[in-house]
C-alpha cells in the first residue's frame, strides 16, 4: 500500500507535499509558472457583439520539462459582475531543447488541439498543428496563441482563431496579473 510519508522508492520521485524543482527545459517559459487573473475582450464575425470577460491561467510543473496549462473564463456584464462561465481548457505543454513548444489542450466542448511554436525572450507563440473534433463539436480549423511576459507579474494573451468557416484572425486579448 503506498504510505505518502513513508520515504519515497526511488531517488528522483518526490514527496506529493514537495515543490520538485523545474526542469531545465523549462528555463524559456519558467517566468510564466503561477496564476495570472485579469480581463480581457473578445469577439468574432459569428458572435452578435463583442463581449468583456474575466480569465484565470495557471502553469505548474512536476520537475519534468513539461508545463501544466489550466485557463477558465467568465462573461461579464455591463456591471463587471460575472454573468456564467465561458471558455475552459487544460493542457500541457512540451518543452523542447531548442526552445520548441508542442502543446496539447483539450476543451469540454469537444476540441482537442495541438499546437506547435516558440518560447524566446519572454514570448511563447503557438500555432494549431492539428485539431480533433468530437462529432457535436463546433468546427475549428486553426487557432494562434501568444503570450508575453511584459514585466514579473503581467501577462498579455492574444487568441486568433479560424472557426465555422471564418478565416484565422482576432478572437480575445487579455492583460492578466500574477496573483501568487
Known sequence: ?????????Y???????EE???????????????TWRGRGRGGY????EDFEYAQEVTFSHDG???LRYEAR?????ADDAPLRPAARESGWWRLQPDG?????????????????????????????????LTP???????????????DDATLTFVHDLAAVGQPLQHHLSARLRRTD
Open 1 to 9: 500500500m503506498f504510505d505518502p510519508a513513508a520515504e519515497p522508492p
Open 11 to 17: 531517488p528522483d520521485v518526490h514527496r506529493p507535499d
Open 20 to 34: 520538485p524543482a523545474p526542469h531545465a527545459l523549462l528555463s524559456p517559459v519558467i517566468g510564466l509558472l503561477g
Open 45 to 48: 464575425p459569428t458572435l452578435a
Open 64 to 66: 519534468r520539462p513539461f
Open 73 to 77: 473564463a467568465w462573461l461579464l456584464g
Open 100 to 132: 520548441r513548444v508542442e502543446a496539447l489542450i483539450t476543451q469540454p466542448t469537444g476540441i482537442a488541439e495541438i499546437a506547435v511554436g516558440r518560447a524566446t525572450d519572454n514570448t511563447v507563440d503557438l500555432s494549431t498543428h492539428d485539431v480533433a
Open 136 to 150: 457535436t463539436a463546433k468546427e475549428v480549423d486553426a487557432t494562434r496563441r501568444r503570450y508575453v511576459l511584459a
